[in-house]
């Protein structure tokens, strides 16, 4: 199976701070990588796919890059709403599997 | 809209049974794989199963295989997930997935407490 691995495990920012999250895939995925948030208590919900295609919907402060391996997650201008927990997952070859997560906390 | 909605989690001894059912409505059911998904408490997310457009072709986490059955009913537009030999490691959340390549949109979510 590949092995998504994020950095860091756990992110303090402050309100305004510009994020970068960071996935690497253990081989080549192409761009099939996909970004998800989650909220204590609640599901996760997409945020891109295709590693820079944005969900219908999700704030334009959030963008994804990178292809092949490595893979990053910005948010422009941090918002209150944007305190929450982060994984990446690829979907280049069954079974598609997750990064840990990125825990990004109020500083 | 696309939604799925779970039920059947709950509190069972270890050695026990279990079956998930999760109920989709807002698109073609038939037409897409679906997967169940987990969250052990403070734990990140892990693929349980997969099972394909037709049911033909099921794939399991080496963490359940032997102990786990996925199956769906087109007609019902639902998927479920009988559990056996639960484990205390089986407690979590189970979501319950369209697969897409990516996945959207998950469930509410349906906790499994394994404990005697």
């Known amino acids: 199976d590949i092995q998504m691995t994020q950095s860091p495990s756990t992110l303090s920012a402050s309100v305004g701070d510009r994020v970068t999250i960071i996935c690497r895939a253990s081989q080549s995925i192409s761009s099939w990588l996909a970004w998800y948030q989650q909220k204590p208590g609640k599901a996760p919900k997409v945020l891109i796919y295709k590693a820079s295609t944005l969900e219908s919907g999700v704030p334009s402060r959030f963008s994804g890059s990178g292809s092949g391996t490595e893979f990053t997650l910005t948010i422009s201008s941090l918002q209150p709403d944007d305190f929450a927990t982060y994984y990446c997952q690829h979907y280049n070859s069954y079974p598609y599997t997750f990064g840990q997560g990125t825990k990004l906390e109020i500083k | 809209e696309a939604q799925l909605v779970e039920s059947g989690g709950g509190l069972v001894q270890p050695g026990g049974s279990l079956r998930l059912s999760c109920a989709a409505s807002g698109f073609t059911f038939s037409s897409h794989a679906m997967r169940w998904v987990r969250q052990a408490p403070g734990k990140g997310l892990e693929w349980v199963s997969i099972?394909?457009?037709?049911?033909?072709?099921?794939y399991y986490a080496d963490s359940v295989k032997g102990r786990f059955i996925i199956f769906r009913d087109n007609s019902k537009s639902t998927v479920y997930l009988q559990m056996n030999s639960l484990r205390a490691e089986d407690t979590a959340v189970y979501y319950c997935v369209k697969d897409v390549g990516w996945f959207d949109p998950w469930g509410q979510g349906t906790l499994v407490t394994v404990s005697s």
């Open positions: 099972i394909s457009v037709s049911g033909d072709k099921t």
